[in-house]
Each structure stands twice: as C-alpha cells, then as structure tokens.
T-cell receptor, first 111, second 116 residues
Framework: SQTIHQWPATLVQPVGSPLSLECTVEGTSNPNLYWYRQAAGRGLQLLFYSVGIGQISSEVPQNLSASRPQDRQFILSSKKLLLSDSGFYLC??????????FGPGTRLTVL | AQSVAQPEDQVNVAEGNPLTVKCTYSVSGNPYLFWYVQYPNRGLQFLLKYITGDNLVKGSYGFEAEFNKSQTSFHLKKPSALVSDSALYFCAVRDVIPTNAGKSTFGDGTTLTVKP
C-alpha cells in the first residue's frame, strides 16, 4: 500500500533562518507531487507541483523553492524565512484519475 | 480554468439529522470531483469522488454526493449525522485534460459542527 511521510511535524524558526521540509512517498512510482500551504485552518494554496524528477512548477511567486531529487522525494526550502511563511504545509501525491493523498502536514511557526 | 465554490463557511446540524455541505464547480471540460475531510492539525483524507458513471456516489463513513451536471453541483450528504463527523470539509475539482498535471482546485472549506 502507499504511504506518504512528512517531517518534521512541527517547526519553530526565527525570521531569516533557512527552511527544509521533506516529503517522501512509498508504494508508488512516478507520482505527481504537490506542496500546499494552509493558513488558519482554511483553504489550500498550491505552492509547487512536480510531474517528474527535477521538474518543478511554481504556482505563486514567493520566498520558497522546491526540488525533487528522487522520484518519490519532494523538498520545500527557503533561504530566509519571513513571518508570512508561517502556516500548515501539506504534501500530496496523485496518479492519473485518482484522488490526491495527503501527508500529515508540518506546522511551521516563524517568530 | 477550473474553480470551485463552497458557499457556506459553517454548517451546524443536530446529531441524527441529515446533513448537506454544498459545492458548485466550474471547468472548461468534464470534471473529476472530490470531497475530502480534515480533522484539526491533520492532513486531508479522501471521502469520495465522481469520475464517470452513476451520478450518486457513495463514499467512506456513510457519506454520499450527487453529481448534477446541469447545476454544476456536487453536494455532500449524509442521512444521519454523528458528532464525530464534525470537521472541515473540502470540495475539489479537476479538469479532465492531460496537461493539467493532475492539479485539483480546492474550495475554501466548510466547517461542519454536529451537536449532540
């Protein structure tokens, strides 16, 4: 069966510090991968998606970047965090006509 | 372009009563439609989907949804609500075109509160 992991679960970082969030998927090959941010328990904002290794598309210009160094690994990064980067970050994957499968999320607080 | 609207931020029902969470969508082609549920500080969980076929779709935990093409709606329903159904519910739509990389557009969410 397929599983998706995210870490860390929670993170508190000072403004201006770097960020690296990791997402890995098990039990499937060549998935489409997505990073979302959710503010205040409401709607999802799609940040990045990837259809293959090294292929990253950005949905909104911002202080973040993403990379996919391996087929089932998706990393969200920042060189310098802003207060506005705080939120709940969700990784998800899908194949073809299937629904999206979400990870447990990372709660990021920037102070 | 694809979009989805959940017109109600909050839905309150009494336990044992039927519940409906509304969703309308817009796509340029044919839609794939999904409902997800989110509990506090957790990722979204898939409830049900419409891809093709029967307009009435049955999913997890006794939930169902009806695809109505003429009204471009996909409302989530349950005949008898439970307190444990209280959560945040998201409707999502995906246009059936190969070039959109499987991207879904999510509604803003509806908070369902079921009172004992």
């Amino acid at each position: 069966s397929q599983t998706i992991h995210q870490w860390p679960a929670t993170l508190v970082q000072p403004v201006g510090s770097p960020l690296s969030l990791e997402c890995t998927v098990e039990g499937t090959s060549n998935p489409n991968l997505y990073w979302y941010r959710q503010a205040a328990g409401r709607g999802l904002q799609l940040l990045f998606y990837s259809v293959g290794i090294g292929q990253i598309s950005s949905e909104v210009p911002q202080n973040l970047s993403a990379s996919r160094p391996q087929d089932r690994q998706f990393i969200l990064s920042s060189k310098k965090l802003l207060l506005s980067d705080s939120g709940f970050y969700l990784c998800a994957w899908t194949l073809a006509r299937r629904e999206q499968f979400f990870g447990p999320g990372t709660r990021l607080t920037v102070l | 372009a694809q979009s989805v609207a959940q017109p109600e931020d909050q839905v309150n029902v009494a336990e044992g009563n039927p519940l409906t969470v509304k969703c309308t969508y817009s796509v340029s082609g044919n839609p794939y439609l999904f409902w997800y549920v989110q509990y506090p500080n957790r990722g979204l969980q898939f409830l049900l989907k419409y891809i093709t076929g029967d307009n009435l779709v049955k999913g997890s935990y006794g939930f169902e949804a009806e695809f109505n093409k003429s009204q471009t709606s996909f409302h989530l329903k349950k005949p008898s609500a439970l307190v444990s159904d209280s959560a945040l519910y998201f409707c999502a739509v995906r246009d059936v075109i190969p070039t959109n990389a499987g991207k879904s557009t999510f509604g803003d969410g509806t908070t369902l509160t079921v009172k004992p």
